[in-house]
């Protein structure tokens, strides 16, 4: 019977209705798309540094994490390099030989960390090709070619096809220098990686290090980023002398950044919740007042106040469940169409992103759980805010309510 | 006549009034915190690493940045000074000589970045970022160092060792010298942390045979926010054929890339947060509207203008909205303030990787007259087209069916 009047009520005034519904439609559509967002701009950054400068897994000796010197290599590599890639949850793996040395042109030079590479494997790995701007992704120099940032060739004023020198520790500790010949620059979207990294082929620079085989670093990526925890402990066991870092351990900047980013956040969701409760809240109450006159006259054939108030709760349990359901669809409808579309950033900040050109794509993603879990607040935030509309409701008194215009 | 009766309107049914202005209300002061946050991450973000890193401004010869070889180190006389000395708005100056060399132990070979210094300006410039691990700081005249402690745990070194330093001095001569280690220092900057070694700025000079001369003069502004403009000022001073002045952001573009996608994505979620306010608000303006269409329709059966009840309700909600930004902004200067002062923090955990980067673990919050500003006019903007809602409501309105509702 209470149903009935309280369904009959919403849609006796069908304006009033719509505008809570309304309103919770929009937030919660709001509060998802603020989440989806979040999720696709943590994301977002992660593919950008994870998949493509440090890799889910590095594999290094465990002085050679501490020291970072050239003598500090992997014993056997190639063996290693066979048993990683028999595991079945590895997707893609690569070594490489990493030696600080200093760069010069003719007129200046600067630190730079020396990156031996198979450029295949490596290409597979992280895509290094992907950032190329000018010449061409180790093809077309015989020997000694050298990948350098755009960033150090403006330093260096170099182009594709000069020569430069490299100086390093070898081996045996003497200092060797050694001429490459510029074969292609890239452009990432961390100047000061390319300010100071230069990539190589290990074929080149493992003769004038002093052995063939040599190697300082394995990374990989994992076919399933959500047992990458399992897959490290596995490594860790099968190479106890070695030590086995996941991406949270090798980039504690971005964890860093990661965790700021998210927070905040997180923080700015919750307030567009409570600003969703107190705009119900308002509304209600509006609504309430407005009807004075017409909950005066239930209460004064009869009605009592605990009807009065399971009323007044069902028709806003209604409204927002309908409401809840339309925000969802249309949450839903506009996180898949933009989660296809991408958001671009530049257009929100304006030219200075423009520029450059990588990184400014937003696509936004939510998980199933998550839309439900944000619709049971959306409705948990509505019942709460009719709560006190409601108790004022039991306030009225009758005789007075009845009287009002 | 017209306020008066809005003003008067505004009184006769106070209940009406708080419930509107309490929407607008509530929206001011979740507009407040949320930028107030966003706004305190990032301010938080850029001086630190401003700091940590390049300085606000700097001063350097205008052939440096393209190519940063001590040969285009600049020189520091009178004339320079007198200049810095009648600008408005410095507060103080840092100089720096700095180069890339080659540091030796009986071991090993190391590239480092030899930072000459005055120890005074560069812990005015940042006190938290270096912290004393060992031995005491040089004087102004020792020819002495001061290693980072990353670097000097790679070199293996301690206080009371020896370093070698080698490479290239000011046009042609070279630079080398062996210096006692006079203390180990801690650089919350990871990068940094491993490369880098301090030495009074006479004795830098001297090695390198540049009397005088400096690489850069980081420039600490009074007002943080007037950084560009001071570049533009110092700009007109100099001239363009020796000097460049460069801002952080021009120095640090990566830096300034990523705080630019934090901002956008932080303004996203804003605008969704005034999305929903404003629905908040319009949804109490529409009620209101249903409760008094009797009212309306009867002073319009008497003989009042649409026109004239139009400017009424307009002026009605223009006063309500001035009283709720007002009350907003009251409300939420001592919430700002608070937060200010007691930040929420993040979790223990992450407590340790902030320290690293020499970073407070917490969100701070900016409290800053321009956010008050910006969010009052945002709010009032927004009231004032809801406001628009009752004007177009009053022409369209069916006087009969009004005025016996």
Do not use: C
């Not at chain 1, 000796?61 to 500090?72: A, M």
């Not at chain 2, 054929?241 to 952001?249: G, H, N, S």
């Amino acid at each position: 019977m209470l149903i009935k009047i309280a369904w009959r009520n919403i849609w006796r005034n069908t304006s009033r209705s719509l505008t809570i519904l309304i309103a919770i439609m929009i937030g919660l559509a709001a509060a998802l798309m603020a989440s989806a967002f979040s999720m696709g701009f943590v994301q977002q950054r992660f593919n950008n540094v994870i998949e493509r400068f440090v890799s889910h897994i590095q594999i290094h000796n465990p002085d050679f994490v501490h020291d970072g010197e050239v003598t500090q290599y992997l014993t056997n590599p190639q063996e290693i390099m066979q048993q990683i890639q028999k595991n079945q949850a590895v997707k893609q793996v690569a070594m490489r030989t990493k030696v600080n040395g200093i760069i010069a042109s003719a007129k200046v030079s600067g630190g730079v960390q020396i990156n031996g590479i198979d450029p295949e494997t490596e290409q597979k790995l992280t895509d290094l090709n992907g950032w190329l701007v000018k010449g061409a992704y180790f093809e077309g120099v015989k020997r000694n070619p050298v990948y350098i940032g755009q960033e150090l060739a403006n330093k260096l004023k170099a182009d594709v096809g000069s020569r430069l020198v490299l100086n390093f520790q070898n081996l045996d500790g003497e200092i060797t220098a050694a001429s490459f010949k510029v074969v292609g620059i890239f452009k990432t979207i961390d100047v000061a990686f390319d300010e100071t990294t230069v990539f190589v082929q290990r074929t080149d620079i493992n003769p004038l290090l002093g052995s063939e085989q040599l190697a300082h670093e394995i990374a990989l990526l994992s076919n399933d980023f959500d047992r990458l925890s399992s897959l490290k402990q596995q490594l860790q066991q099968q190479f106890p002398e070695l030590e086995v870092r996941s991406w949270e351990k090798l980039s504690q900047e971005l964890v860093l950044m990661q965790e700021m980013t998210s927070q905040s956040l997180i923080f700015l969701v919750f307030i567009i919740l409570l600003g969703l409760g107190f705009g119900i809240l308002n509304t209600m109450l509006m609504s309430v007042f407005e009807r004075t006159r017409e909950l005066g006259m239930l209460m004064a054939v009869g009605m009592n106040k605990k009807s009065v108030f399971q009323m007044i709760m069902l028709e806003t349990i209604f409204l927002s469940f309908t409401g809840a359901a339309a925000g969802m669809l249309l949450g839903f409808g506009l996180i898949s169409w933009l989660g296809n579309q991408g958001i671009n950033l530049a257009s929100v900040a304006g030219d200075s992103l423009a520029i450059y050109g990588y990184g400014n794509m937003i696509y936004p993603y939510l998980e199933t759980p998550f839309y439900l879990q944000t619709a049971v607040l959306v409705l948990l935030i509505a019942l709460l805010s009719a709560l006190y509309p409601a108790f004022k409701a039991l306030q009225l008194v009758p005789a007075e309510a009845v009287r009002k215009e | 006549m017209l306020f008066i009766l809005a003003w008067r309107n505004l009184w006769r049914n106070k209940r009406r009034t708080l419930i509107t202005a309490s929407s607008v209300f509530f929206a001011v002061i979740l507009a407040l915190v949320a930028e107030s946050m966003t706004k305190g991450s990032h301010e938080a973000m850029v001086s630190n690493m401003v700091k940590l890193s390049t300085g606000y401004l700097q001063l350097q010869d205008s052939l440096y940045e393209d190519e940063p070889s001590v040969d285009h180190a600049f020189m520091y006389d009178d004339t320079l000074k007198q200049i810095i000395r009648q600008t408005n708005g410095i507060a103080y100056v840092v100089p720096r000589f700095e180069s890339f060399m080659l540091a030796a132990t009986e071991k090993s070979t190391r590239p480092v970045m030899l930072r000459g210094v005055d120890f005074e300006a560069e812990n005015r410039l940042n006190e938290m970022g270096h912290k004393l691990l060992a031995g005491t700081s040089p004087e102004a005249n020792d020819q002495a160092v001061l290693l980072a402690d990353g670097l000097a745990e790679r070199l293996k070194m301690n206080v009371g060792d020896s370093i070698i330093l080698v490479g290239q001095g000011f046009r042609g001569m070279s630079a080398a010298g062996i210096y006692p280690v006079k203390g180990i220092v801690k650089i919350s900057l990871p990068r940094l942390n491993d490369q880098l070694i301090f030495m009074p700025l006479a004795a830098t000079q001297q090695l390198f045979g540049a009397e005088d001369r400096l690489t850069a003069l980081l420039i600490t502004p009074e007002e943080k926010g007037q950084t560009d403009l001071l570049a533009e000022q110092l700009r007109a001073q100099l001239d363009p054929q020796w000097f460049k002045v460069l801002t952080w952001k021009q120095m640090m573009p990566t830096l300034l890339q990523s705080l630019e996608l934090d901002k956008a994505s932080g303004m996203m979620i804003i605008y969704m947060l005034y999305l929903v306010v404003g629905f908040g608000i319009l949804g109490t303006v529409l009620t209101m509207m249903l409760e008094r269409q009797r009212e309306f329709g009867i002073l319009l059966s008497v003989g009042m203008k649409r026109s004239q009840l139009a400017l009424i309700t307009f002026v009605e909600t223009v006063f309500i909205s001035m009283i709720g930004v007002a009350a907003g902004l009251v409300g939420g200067f001592p919430i700002i303030l608070y937060m200010h002062h007691h930040p929420i923090r993040f979790g223990e955990e992450m407590e340790a990787m902030f320290e690293t980067y020499g970073m407070e673990a917490v969100m701070p919050f900016a409290l800053d007259v321009q956010v008050f500003g910006s969010q009052a006019v945002v709010v009032l903007l927004i009231t004032l087209v809801i406001g628009l809602y009752p004007v177009f409501k009053v022409f369209r309105m069916n006087i009969l069916k009004a005025a016996r509702n």
